[in-house]
């Protein structure tokens, strides 16, 4: 990707589970964020708070984002959200297929039929894909592969402008995680998901779209994933997006970086 802003989301997952706490994190990294040219910072914080967050949003540099959105924009479907009504109030993001939501009975049709509503809305999607283990064989691509064509099965190379893929290997993702990918690992990634979509979409839209990377990054891991070793465009941060001075550190390294 040449010479764009650097995309670095924050998922809040159902976290902070203190009400204030939302605003306070959101402010802490809204003042570190707004100062920094090179890149877009995205919040999605659980559902209950995006409304909130978005009432303290000014400027673009720092944004909300919401965790999911449903296929549908209203209707009988208990505990949903409708991209409808986030667009109408001014949310610009939405993460989709993230691991945690498909390890709950999420499929790739869901994904799909979310991603074409959400487009619809006029939303930008951030893409969630990622094998759950590394075998020798180089299944894990094909795992990736079959994630990336049937979420993107009735979309054309336009709608691809409104799409943000995150590479997050399952096996590096969370408190448990053994590690988080290496830049090598990543980088071939970045390569392979731009290849599958250049074949459906055309070189000039695949390469135009970012590739995030997400799976314990911190502020000692950033720099090598968004630098030419990993060649991340931006990078989905799960528990670091929590702390504001963590998240900040993330945020001036991203900035940093041409
Ligand atoms: P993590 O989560 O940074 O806590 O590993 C990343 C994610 O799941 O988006």
């Given at each position: 990707m040449i010479s764009m802003k650097k995309i670095i989301a924050g998922n809040?997952?159902?976290?902070?589970?203190?009400?204030k706490n939302a605003k306070k994190i959101f402010l802490g990294i809204k003042k570190k964020g707004?100062?920094?040219?090179n890149v877009q910072t995205i919040i999605a914080p659980p559902h209950i708070y995006v409304s909130q967050l978005q009432d303290n949003v000014?400027?673009?540099r720092v944004l909300v984002g919401a965790q999911d959105a449903h296929?549908?924009?209203?209707?009988?479907?208990?505990?949903e959200t409708s991209p409808l009504a986030l667009t109408r109030m001014g949310v610009k993001y939405v993460i989709l297929g993230h691991s945690e939501r498909r390890a709950a009975g999420e499929t790739d049709e869901t994904v799909h039929a979310k991603l074409v509503n959400a487009i619809a809305n006029k939303l930008t999607v951030i893409l969630c894909v990622g094998e759950r283990e590394r075998d020798e064989h180089g299944e894990y691509l094909d795992v990736v592969r079959t994630q990336l064509v049937n979420a993107t099965k009735k979309l054309n190379a336009r709608d691809l402008g409104k799409v943000i893929v995150a590479y997050e290997p399952i096996w590096a993702?969370?408190?448990?995680?053994k590690r988080a990918a290496s830049p090598e690992d990543l980088h071939e990634m970045v390569i392979f998901i731009k290849k599958v979509l250049s074949k459906k979409f055309g070189r000039d839209a695949a390469l135009r779209i970012p590739v995030l990377y997400g799976g314990s990054v911190n502020d000692q891991n950033a720099e090598a994933f968004l630098g030419p070793k990993g060649g991340a465009d931006g990078l989905l941060v799960?528990?670091?997006?929590?702390d504001v001075q963590v998240f900040g550190n993330i945020l001036e390294i991203a900035n940093r970086i041409k």
């Open positions: 809040w997952k159902m976290n902070p589970d203190v009400p707004s100062t920094l040219r000014s400027g673009h296929n549908e924009n209203a209707g009988a479907h208990t505990g993702i969370g408190a448990k995680a799960g528990r670091a997006s929590l």
